[in-house]
Nanobody, 116 residues
Framework: QTRLVSSGGGLVQSGGSLRLSCAAS????????IGWFRQAPGKESEWVSC????????YYADSVKGRFTASRDNAKNTVYLQMNSLKPEDTAVYYC?????????WGQGTQVTVSS
């Protein structure tokens, strides 16, 4: 069964750091592009980062570039999102995503709250 389980969110002060994890099961993560998205209260979902499947290239939204680092551990079938220099505007529920064929799979989401 294809599944993504995200974890690692929490409450942190502005300027702090958190690392999110997204563990995959039912498929081999390195063969698919994995995306990170977030949704703040009252706002639309926002793309945050993507790790490509073939060459592992990583892309970031301008809003997080230079502060967030995505990575992948193939042995653990897990992707990570290291978030540094967090700002109150980073407060959101963060989701990992994979598209396999016509289907989108999402992690359950993990709450990140940054206090000022």
């Amino acid at each position: 069964q294809t599944r993504l389980v995200s974890s690692g969110g929490g409450l942190v002060q502005s300027g702090g750091s958190l690392r999110l994890s997204c563990a995959a099961s039912g498929f081999t993560l390195e063969y698919f592009a994995i995306g990170w998205f977030r949704q703040a209260p009252g706002k639309e979902s926002e793309w945050v980062s993507c790790i490509r499947d073939r060459d592992g290239s990583i892309y970031y939204a301008d809003s997080v570039k230079g502060r967030f680092t995505a990575s992948r551990d193939n042995a653990k079938n897990t992707v990570y999102l290291q978030m540094n220099s967090l700002k109150p505007e980073d407060t959101a529920v963060y989701y990992c995503n994979v598209r396999i064929g016509p289907n989108d799979y999402w992690g359950q989401g993990t709450q990140v709250t940054v206090s000022s």
